[in-house]
């Protein structure tokens, strides 16, 4: 099976653009879980979603936000960036059926820069 | 609230040596507790997963709810184990809630 895939790998932007990210999930996989990972805060949960429905959702800002569309692929999006939403974004997938929560498959990231 | 505390940021023992990374948790319910890896390069994964009760490479860790901990253990370390450790706890949603991780180096 095919792994979780985040594009793009890479990204620069300045302030007070927008950026959207994606990541295609592992097949058969219908949860799709986004964090943001900083040197300063770490890991940090921004939503999961799930049949096409926002499941969970972090401490984030409005600016933060996602979607995810019937074949599971999901996307991020960050309106009006500051120097602070630097960092790199990862993606993770699960079955999500059921209770609880099934192991997550992460993806290889997106490194976004602020400048 | 959930939380999760891993209090060492780096940890050093000798190949062969005993090796034991600590996280401690708090929760007001009955949590599910992680230890996650990631190697030089590598992406995220699963080590193990506490209602597994399984050994993966040589660790286990088991929950103790009585101090809030799920402490990462192995007999014998080797340099391949080398790698951010980061313990992982999920409460009644379905979300991951991370410690900040221990950096485990295996020296020869």
């Known amino acids: 099976k095919a792994g979780v895939t985040q594009t793009p790998r890479y990204l620069i932007k300045t302030r007070g653009q927008q950026v959207t990210l994606s990541c295609s999930p592992i097949?058969?996989?219908?949860?799709v879980s986004w964090y943001q990972q900083t040197p300063g805060q770490g890991l940090q949960f921004l939503f999961e979603y799930f049949s096409e429905t926002q499941r969970n959702k972090g401490n984030f800002p409005g600016r933060f936000s996602g979607r995810q569309f019937s074949n599971s692929r999901s996307e991020m999006n960050v309106s009006t960036l500051e120097l602070g939403d630097s960092a790199l974004y990862l993606c993770?997938?699960?079955?999500?059926?059921?209770?609880?929560?099934?192991?997550?498959?992460f993806g290889p990231g997106t490194r976004l820069t602020v400048l | 609230a959930q939380r999760v505390t891993q209090p060492e940021k780096l940890l050093s023992v000798f190949k062969g040596a005993p090796v034991e990374l600590k996280c401690n948790y708090s929760?007001?319910?009955?949590?599910?507790l992680f230890w996650y890896v990631q190697y030089s390069r590598q992406r995220l994964q699963l080590l193990l997963r506490?209602?597994s009760r399984e050994s993966i490479k040589g660790f286990t860790a088991d929950l103790n709810k009585g101090e809030t901990s799920f402490h990462l253990k192995k007999p014998f370390a080797q340099e391949e184990d080398s790698a951010m450790y980061y313990c992982?706890?999920?409460?009644?949603?379905?979300?991951?809630?991370f410690g900040s991780g221990t950096q485990l180096t295996v020296l020869p």
């Open positions: 506490h209602i």
């Open positions: 097949s058969g996989h219908r949860s």
């Open positions: 993770a997938s699960s079955p999500g059926r059921g209770k609880g929560i099934y192991e997550q498959f």
């Open positions: 992982a706890l999920s409460g009644s949603a379905r979300q991951l809630t």
């Open positions: 929760y007001s319910g009955s949590p599910e």
